[in-house]
């Protein structure tokens, strides 16, 4: 608790005690008590009030100082003193509920170490994670957290970094391998020599942009200060006719009490602050409270689909021996050829050769043919595999197998002479990505996938997950020129992309939201960053920005209601001028606890965060 926070509660307990008092004292004395409680206690709202005219935004502290001001005018000191209580008791109840908004975000900072073990001159020494310095060796031992990015210098053993890349297993790290701050470490030690720290490693990159977005206003936000403001002028207007009207001093105070703006200028960016700290929790990270607002307007969804609708890597899908041959034979025969191939193809024939038990022997020979495929011998066997022009140009008849259907590739496989057979492959689907495209549609978003790859391939993923429309064979400024044209038509549009190639569409959506494992320039270029690959954390985030959206809109018209009736009832006499202090705090803070059901709840697993470590301490050798 800060000293002003303890301030605030202090004035509370005195302008509480003073308000009970005037029970029990002659009236001389409660004007005395009340002017003393409105000097003490108002201290903190005069100031506020001052410093938000200077800034032109109207606020609680703005509103009442008129309101006590009026009220103090007319002799109303013990209204005035009441008053006052209400808006200090206001004031510490909003400050904790903003306090928890910020306390979600600061939670990701509370993820790292705060100190680690460091060799030197030939001491082992505890210094502060702030002290650590690029070069240095540390050691991170098992279950504990991995205070900065480096290379592992020495050890064995499994990292956690569904934090920062989103793989849902355990990965294998030996020397040469990088690792990530904000990691776990599962098993072995490692020693790391440190390569980032702090704001310059993965996860403090991430945590300055969930900051930053933090104290980034959104457009909304601007609105309801505006609004704020006009309902204040609409409440003097009305007590100024009230009082033309019934010359009724007191009718015309309680209506500048009881209209209060205020639960929408402090509701809405609380709102926005908790829309951006929950999405956080999730592993997504928005830039800013502008794009959150965007986000919740977006109509199309625009997904690459090399790395975003797919991991981006292709898999064996089929193996297909010709009669005479086996499964086994094909294999083995593809393994050894492209066991010095540095293809993509070649390490999807290699890794299904490995998840059947197959040992690969070296090849003898090994030759690349560009456009073709690879001729390889073993054992005084030629081996070849590759496309239909390979096995035409080594005068082998082609197997006579169908095709591939829905874009897969096709491998062919002779050896000594003979076709044996044909591996398809494809680039596979991600696992939720088929339930990422439902749900989107189900929200109501029209989905389109653009993509540089060829049209087959596209049009089969598109229609296994029902895209509304598939464009490929486009080049990066054709992705943008698309997505220019939606924007011409009036259409909202948030792209998802991964790659060097997305990034000029991900600049030209109003939203652009690019996967964290993609690359640096994807991720600087967008709006919203995804931890990891999940695609469903997009469709999370869209929920989120449309409840903040949702709940802005009730704050604007909850205060737009209460403010009609409260000046009605006020201006006719219905209201006194305490009634309409206690109407008016209780709406302000309806609405910001309307707001605050977007904060992340203290139960709620954040994504960054893990499974919590065994051991928090890291020492370094």
């Keep these: 608790m800060t000293l002003r926070d303890a301030i605030r509660i202090v004035l509370v307990a005195l302008a509480a005690t003073l308000t009970w008092l005037h029970l029990w004292q002659p009236a001389a004395r409660v004007d005395v008590l009340a002017i003393i409680g409105l000097l003490a206690g108002g201290w903190p709202i005069w100031r506020e009030a001052f410093e938000a005219l200077l800034e032109r935004r109207m606020t609680m502290e703005l509103s009442m100082t008129i309101a006590i001001a009026a009220a103090a005018a007319i002799g109303e000191f013990f209204t005035a003193l009441v008053i006052v209580l209400f808006v200090l008791v ?7 509920t903003v306090g928890r908004g910020r306390k979600a975000i600061k939670q990701l900072v509370d993820l790292l170490p705060r100190s680690a073990f460091v060799r030197r001159a030939g001491v082992e020494v505890e210094v502060p994670a702030g002290e650590l310095q690029v070069g240095e060796l540390i050691l991170v031992k098992p279950g504990a957290r991995v205070p900065v990015d480096g290379i592992v210098a020495g050890g064995h053993s499994f990292v956690d970094q569904a934090a920062i890349t989103g793989e849902s297993m355990p990965v294998e790290k030996l020397p040469g391998a990088q690792v990530f701050a904000g990691t776990i470490n599962q098993s072995g030690a490692l020693e790391v020599r440190i390569a980032g720290i702090g704001p310059d490693t993965a996860f403090g990159r991430i945590v300055e942009a969930v900051e930053r977005a933090g104290h980034l206003r959104a457009p909304i936000e601007k609105t309801a200060d505006r609004l704020a403001g006009y309902l204040v ?14 010359r009724d001093v007191r009718a015309t105070i309680s209506v500048v009490i009881v209209a209060g ?7 809405t960016p609380l709102a926005i602050l908790g829309g951006i700290g929950r ?3 999730i592993g997504s990270i928005v830039k800013g409270g502008i794009y959150l607002e965007a986000l919740g307007r977006v109509q199309v969804a625009v997904l690459d689909k090399t790395g975003t609708l797919t991991v981006g890597r292709p898999e064996v899908t089929r193996v297909l021996p010709i009669p005479g041959a086996s499964v ?10 492209e066991k010095r191939s540095e293809h993509p193809l070649a390490a999807a ?7 059947e038990g197959l040992s690969v022997a070296d090849p003898d020979t090994f030759q690349y043919q560009p456009g073709l495929g690879i001729v390889a011998s073993q054992g005084g066997a030629q081996v070849l595999v590759g496309n239909r022009a390979l096995l035409t140009q080594r005068a082998v008849d082609a197997p006579s197998i169908a095709p591939p259907a829905g874009g897969q590739l096709e491998v062919l496989v002779a050896r ?18 088929k339930e990422a495209v439902a749900q989107l549609r189900e929200l109501g978003l029209r989905t389109v996938l653009l993509t540089g790859d060829a049209a087959p391939a596209a049009r089969a993923v598109g229609d296994e997950l029902q ?7 486009l080049m990066p400024d054709q992705k943008q020129q698309h997505i220019q044209g939606l924007q011409s038509d009036g259409w909202l549009v948030a792209m998802v992309g991964d790659g060097v190639n997305d990034a000029p569409a991900l600049m030209q959506a109003t939203v652009g939201a690019a996967m964290g494992s993609g690359t640096a320039v994807a991720v600087e270029s967008a709006d919203v960053v995804l931890i990891g690959n999940d695609l469903g954390k997009f469709v999370e985030t869209v929920r989120i920005a449309r409840r903040c959206r949702r709940i802005i809109r009730q704050n604007f018209i909850g205060t737009l209601v209460v403010d009609g009736l409260g000046v009605g009832l006020a201006a006719f006499g219905l209201l006194n001028p305490l009634l309409a202090a206690f109407i008016h705090v209780a709406s302000e803070l309806a609405f910001i606890l309307n707001s605050a059901r977007l904060l992340p709840g203290t139960r709620e697993r954040s994504a960054v965060e893990g499974a919590p470590a065994e051991e928090t301490s890291v020492s370094a050798g």
């Design 349 to 355: 024939i290699l890794h299904r050769a490995a998840a």
């Design 416 to 433: 000594s002479g003979r076709a044996i057979g044909a591996i398809h492959l494809r680039d596979v689907l991600r696992p939720e990505a």
């Design 90 to 96: 206001a004031e510490v109840l909003e400050k904790l």
């Design 279 to 281: 999405a956080a929790r």
């Design 467 to 473: 895209v509304d429309e598939v464009h490929a064979e």
């Design 328 to 337: 086994r034979d094909v294999l083995e025969a593809a393994a050894v050829a």
């Design 233 to 246: 002028y609409f409440a003097l207007v009305c007590a100024a006719f009230t009082f033309l009207v019934s």
């Design 261 to 267: 703006a205020c639960g929408i200028a402090a509701g």
